[in-house]
């Protein structure tokens, strides 16, 4: 009777391998949701940070293009999607310290940008991306402010999609 005893204190019933497995499975299942979640919600997080930084970039630049104090309001011409502008750079080229050179901010509505295009030193158009992942941007002149209404989306793709809409002005000095 006493190997009979010893035998069963070394191991686990079967009852009792069933209930480690049984709450194992939950364990693991536990903390397999927690990090699916988890890692949902960082997504959702990366996706609206990478949307309020391409609004943050817009409305900085576009601030600082318009708002230039060698940017007249005589100058500008404004379209449903395009801001034309006439500046003046601060580079000689011909014994001129400014000279006046057209400006554009448009809409790109294929690319989904917003593209800023000017004269470079050399005469040469440059290009310079104000912000991505813009599905729609109207423009609009009233009195000494430009206003804007743009749509922003996220455009990475492994990012969920978030969608945001930004108004605001830009006044003229």
């Not at 990478?50 to 011409?77: A, P």
């Not at 158009?125 to 104000?130: A, E, G, I, K, R």
């Not at 206003?147 to 930004?166: C, G, H, L, Q, W």
Request: aromatic share 10%; net charge negative.
């Amino acid at each position: 009777m006493i190997r009979n005893s010893e035998a069963r204190s070394r191991g686990l019933t079967m009852t009792e391998m069933l209930v480690v497995m049984a709450l194992s499975f939950i364990v693991v299942s536990v903390v397999l949701i927690v990090g699916n979640v988890a890692a949902r919600e960082i997504r959702k997080i990366n996706a609206n940070m990478e949307v309020n930084e391409e609004i943050s970039r817009f409305q900085l630049s576009l601030k600082q293009i318009v708002t230039r104090s060698w940017t007249g309001l005589g100058d500008i011409e404004v379209e449903n999607t395009t801001i034309g502008m006439l500046t003046s750079v601060p580079y000689a080229r011909k014994n001129e310290i400014y000279e006046q050179t057209p400006a554009t901010v448009t809409f790109d509505q294929v690319r989904n940008e917003v593209v800023y295009s000017f004269h470079d030193q050399n005469n040469v158009v440059s290009t310079d991306v104000l912000a991505k992942g813009v599905l729609d941007c109207r423009f609009k002149y009233e009195s000494v402010f430009l206003t804007y209404d743009a749509t922003f989306s996220t455009y990475s793709e492994d990012m969920p999609v978030v969608i945001k809409n930004v108004k605001g002005a830009v006044r003229f000095y």
